[in-house]
């Protein structure tokens, strides 16, 4: 179904065929072991329905050049390519700059690669292009990334509830000014798109159980960095772990070598090689994070009382003998805020029957998504006790 | 998978079996093709789910004795046994008592019938049964029926948003002082399960060529009454056409004779007779619900306003040459309003990881869900048009 | 998705929407209760491969004109639309012609009323286009027909093992010398889609339980018209069950018409009538056929023996007191005889990786499937019993 | 679902814990992208269909005890706790034992490890538990291990042909003297199940990408053993690729300990180091498999001709400039034969609806799935030609 020429040898390239050994979700397949699908499989998907949704607004009389929707599919496919392993993880402790500017660098080099032929894809990326629907479509609050990743991972985690009516969303696209607008029939697909969105945030990406899990792996590799222990790591993973923040500058090209040959693999080679590391805790969250024996959790809509945490810092203390700095990583507060829908953003555009276009917030019944949730995770090792 | 014995019984017996003609979703199939299912399909459906819900709060310690399982099956099954063919319209036309009251005194000839072994169904479907969460496992805000009839409706219609999480319902349920509660995992199921529920009831069962159709098939079967028009209706159609409403009293084991022997296929004879009515509006209606001819209808979140209806009413009388009081029947005003959750009905109860049981009302986030929607609808001939 | 014209108007057609009110399955539901899709449905999914098929082929650089296109779809549109209810009890005692040609002839008419604009789909539909591949997708031994319907009664009936992978064996199809041709990467799923096919035969279409009902309604029909029993029958069942033989000539047209008038609800309230007949063979088929209390059925890989069938009917003289004519007819021997693949018939064609084309029989493991299996039916009324 | 006690124990346990991080299909997710289900889903898989086939089976009335059972679940549990990562590769190039030995030697020491506990489920494992049909359900013709795996390897390959009715099969399982029988009712089911085995077999576990792949896996790990190449290969990789035939003996706790510890990330990493061995045939099949660049290979049913062996030989030495023995390895034949239905082994079983019980072979229309089928594939590296 894929037409040889750039799009196919893009697909084939090592920067896109290490998406292969990176799963989509992380450490989730802890709670829904069918969860382990690979960031390769989301692009591809992505990549499809990009290639629906030309088809279908040329349908409907919308000029798309075929530079633009090479553009465009090249967008949609290398959109994530910036992704490491255990994103979240590793992006808090190793890794001194975020997966989109890393997607960014990376089209960039491929850009060169191929001549030059990747601009268009990378205006689209970047939101510059100026048909500004195309880059709504990879970059929105209801594009084909969102489409895609909601339906794979309520699939593969089986959480039925998340699967969304993305081929009505596909049909009831259109242009209008340059816009990417939704016809008013499609409202009720709208309002359940953004329903399951909120419910994959909580049931899924935020389970408490893979909060846990992430923050282990976080605080491992963290305390790693902190001795500087780098026993049988990858080299490139090594070459993060000893990675100095003042290194960050003039070093950028061999940092995204590096970051190139770092997946899944090398952190489970990792964490394999830590169970038995002469730091203690070290070892407790390897271990732990192999044999499933997580920390604890609890999950609460207000902060935490400092009296309930210190109770649990003391304990830890007194437990596990550690310092009180190190009581402060174990036992640990975090959050999460989430809003379904940003009404301050760019909005989904709605054309009414009447013709006339509305932002969504104006006309469809999602002033609840609008509203941010918050939810506070205090996590602990096991051992301990809360109040 | 079903054992011999009074369950068998009930499900081969005339009154159960005529719900194999009658489709649950009556003239829905107009617009989802797909949606032909029968009623004694979803009926077995909500069997199936009662004897799972019963299977699961038997694990979890709850004492069912035999007849009380056996009760809630039959209650199950039965609960929908008085519904004719294509309920609403029917109800509204010919029938003097809607279908709940019949399937209670369906219930009574069974019982007799089966030698009163169905008096412990017949307290459950009543809601006077000492185990109040049997009742609310029958008739309740989150009960086996409508988990069955919108997973059941999603998937025969196509519309895969108002699927749900039933698996995952079932397994939270258990019983707090008698009454049905729901653990607060289950919280992010429940909020899904009512936007289901609301997505289904505009996007389905209030699909505006849905509602057009049911009006003109309403509008025929009144106008057949006005005339007395029978020709080539079954008895028992020809009966309730002729029907008296003075003669309502008295003949009650007569008329359920007559309602147990209606299905499907009378009014869709009926219909076909009905296209060479020399009747003009009986001719009208019948070929346009057979040959997909429908009324056009508009759709607003207010009220109709006065001189638009009036118009309307004006040229029906120019182009039909009708009568005003004929107008007012073909330009027809209606409305629908529905509210996902009401809080001030029996609550959906919560109970949470303290042991607290709590209506939803007060820890879900379903504030939206408990604000009634409207929509009005102005139906009429083609060959008008709207302001 | 279907664009306005000529398609648009032939499914809006009556001729067309009478398919609405024809279960595809006929009395399977008795066995499969969601088996009650329509041949509407059906008609719609052979429409649908049938654009699919037309575009992969011309994405493999097959010219296909526009009218040569909208001739296969109308072809796959209509190839069904000479199908009565319940096909093949009604053709085998009311019908004196069968659907086949019926077919022909609705399209014959459709012709006319349109200007001759169904030309091409005439000529695709009877096999005599000169692209003969796309009569081989209309009809042939891996055409779009079997496509849809195995994958649709396999999907309604829950019989899960009938599914066949459409997709792929559309993505692999190509024209060859302008014949239909299968890449030989297709093997083993077209090997598969004739086990789906075998297996649907036996499990569902030919299931004892849907013939002994098929059996019972083809009784009850053959019996009406000896008996010249109309009562309560539409004006079109009526004048089928008086329709003599000799009234066969010259007056095909008025034939057709009624035809057209007749589907599911014609029969069913004629069942409904004929419970309570005077005539006890009448009303014991129909009784029967409304409260699922069906014939008894044997089945045999052989010929029943003689002794064996003679002793049913002398018990059927006996206990029902009829007439040895009678007895003939009540305890009924029939016989089913199934070939998967017929390598007699146009073959499917497989092309080689080396470009040749063989026919399926000479490269595929299909040799069991060119083997006739036959079974034979025995049934006979409730109260007898087979030695 | 899972109650807690020793299974849940075992489930938890880090041998069981590891085929979280081994796929179940090893490379086969170069064709089929989402084909990266692990071995932890398929064993909890076979758990499940052994917990529904014992609560069949005692509905049926066979006597199970309490002990038994958990047996059984042990056994479905562990069957394959013996797999590595990427099977077929590492058991022909490193390893010195194969699967099921290590999974009863994983058994030995749980049971040790449990007091005795396991014993049951490895009588059953062993196949010399009393009950015969309890060892049948584990590792028979149609075991509940060969119902998941086929299922699962379908659902998340994408090849829909594969799937089976697991369900109606388990339906129709009981027990007659002693032995595993399906009614005869499910003959078709079987029929169906043996084709789909047949199917998956060709269509994914013999791909022939799949099978270069794993070729190319298993001439790089006999590489870094034949050169002792075990550059940032994790020590229990590196205890594999250095040990010698003959240190074989007396060293079983060791290896096994070491074979704990390995999964797919060992694997992986090993991979991505070669990519810039030394060694030119290391880095060429390294990189090969990291960047997709697989070896030609052509598949025949016949074995191919010894001239074109030879003469890709000789390309072989005269590209690459090696040596005679390694050209043997790099052009590489290797055939791969399959009989869907071994008469030969313990067959099925089915009782009659008179009672009988017959084998598949005598009953059913299998004959030829008694057939062996066979493939030849003859590998090569990129830059040669096939005559």
Redesign the interface.
């Known amino acids: 179904?894929i037409p040889r020429g750039l799009i196919l040898e893009l697909i084939?390239?090592?920067w896109f065929?290490r998406l292969?050994?990176i799963k989509q979700l992380g450490l989730s397949?802890f709670v829904y072991?069918?969860a382990?699908?690979?960031r390769?499989?989301h692009a591809?998907g992505v990549f499809h329905l990009m290639s629906r949704a030309i088809e279908i607004l040329r349908m409907k009389g919308q000029a798309i050049s075929e530079e633009e929707a090479e553009g465009a599919l090249i967008a949609a496919l290398l959109h994530d390519a910036g992704h490491g392993p255990f994103s979240h993880a590793l992006e808090n402790s190793l890794l001194p700059i975020e997966h989109e500017a890393i997607t960014l660098r990376i089209m960039e080099r491929l850009d060169a690669e191929f001549g030059g032929r990747l601009r268009p894809a990378m205006e689209i990326f970047a939101g510059n292009h100026p048909k500004r629907f195309l880059c709504q479509l990879v970059t929105g609050q209801l594009d084909v990334d969102r489409m895609d990743y909601l339906n794979r991972d309520s699939f593969y985690s089986g959480?039925?509830?998340g699967?969304?009516?993305y081929h009505r969303l596909l049909?009831m696209m259109d242009v209008d000014d340059g816009r990417l607008v939704f016809e008013e029939k499609a409202g009720?697909?709208i309002?359940?798109y953004l329903?399951a969105r909120r419910?994959m945030y909580?049931?899924v990406y935020m389970h408490k159980t893979c909060i846990v899990a992430e923050q282990m792996l976080e605080l491992l590799l963290a305390r790693a960095k902190h001795l500087g222990w780098t026993r049988?790591a990858?080299?490139a993973l090594a070459y993060f772990i000893e990675l100095k923040e003042k290194d960050g500058t003039g070093k950028q090209e061999e940092q995204l070598d590096m970051f190139g040959?770092i997946?899944?693999?090398?952190v489970?080679?990792f964490l394999?090689?830590a169970t038995d590391a002469e730091d203690g805790l070290l070892a407790l969250l390897a271990n732990g994070l192999?044999?499933?024996k997580f920390f604890k959790v609890k999950v609460s809509a207000q902060v935490f009382p400092a009296h309930e945490v210190a109770d649990l810092r003391e304990q830890c203390i007194r437990v596990f003998a550690c310092r009180v700095e190190e009581a402060s990583q174990l036992v640990r507060l975090s959050q999460s805020a989430f809003t379904p829908y940003e009404p301050a953003d760019d909005e989904i555009l709605i054309r009414t029957k009447t013709g006339q276009v509305l932002p969504a917030s104006e006309i469809l019944?999602i002033?609840?998504f609008c509203k941010t949730?918050q939810r506070h995770f205090m996590t602990f090792p096991p051992g301990l006790s809360a109040l």
């Open positions: 179904m084939d390239h090592p065929q292969r050994r397949d072991p069918g382990v699908h690979s390769f499989h591809m959480v039925v509830e699967s969304i009516g049909t009720l697909s309002e359940n329903a419910l909580w049931q049988g990858s080299p040959s997946d899944d693999a090398d489970e080679m394999k090689m192999l044999s499933r019944s002033g609840h949730e």
